[in-house]
């Protein structure tokens, strides 16, 4: 494993601390009046997604994490495991909802995904900004109910529920936020 300093962390950085995998979120240089200078950072968890403050001092060796990302593409679920192929290698890997976490509720069949892996282990899957799906079963709209920015659940074709305006009907596609999990706009 390569040490850094901590002098040149940046977001986004992946370190290997305690035997786990923490993402840099967010990170401050601290030059007190008094006293030798530190860096307070905020970490995350990247198998739990815990949250951790965390300060070190100012050139402190830290051990960087190698992360290698991949492209593969989601090819079906078999049972409730979902089946993964390597674009460049066609081999495949089966994982499970746990591994995948909240990208479960975004993956549909063919979709291209950047698994994250440390080693041979998946720590993580970067999604796009924003995915089409299609609506499974919505409400139909009731005629005269149309309060400015009223909405109503409506069921994705992966199981996720958002929330969506009334004209959204079954069978239609829409753009969905992978990063908050809400509706954008029709496809």
Do not use: W
């Amino acid at each position: 494993m390569p040490t850094i300093s901590t002098n040149d962390l940046k977001n986004g950085m992946t370190l290997e601390l305690d035997s786990n995998l923490f993402d840099v979120v967010e990170f401050q240089h601290v030059k007190p009046g008094k006293g030798g200078a530190f860096v307070r950072t905020t970490l995350k968890n990247t198998r739990t997604g815990a949250v951790v403050e965390r300060t070190f001092r100012a050139d402190e060796k830290v051990e960087r994490a190698i992360i290698d990302k991949r492209e593969m593409q989601f090819l079906y679920r078999d049972g409730s495991d979902y089946v993964f192929m390597d674009n460049t290698t066609y081999d495949q890997t089966t994982l499970t909802p746990e591994t995948l976490g909240v990208a479960a509720d975004y993956l549909v069949e063919n979709a291209n995904a950047v698994l994250n892996l440390h080693g041979d282990d998946i720590v993580g899957v970067d999604l796009p900004p924003a995915v089409e799906l299609t609506v499974a079963e919505t409400e139909p709209g009731i005629q005269g109910d149309r309060v400015s920015g009223a909405r109503k659940p409506a069921t994705l074709e992966t199981g996720l529920v958002v929330q969506v305006p009334l004209f959204v009907d079954v069978g239609q596609r829409i753009k969905v936020d992978t990063r908050s999990g809400e509706y954008l706009t029709r496809a």
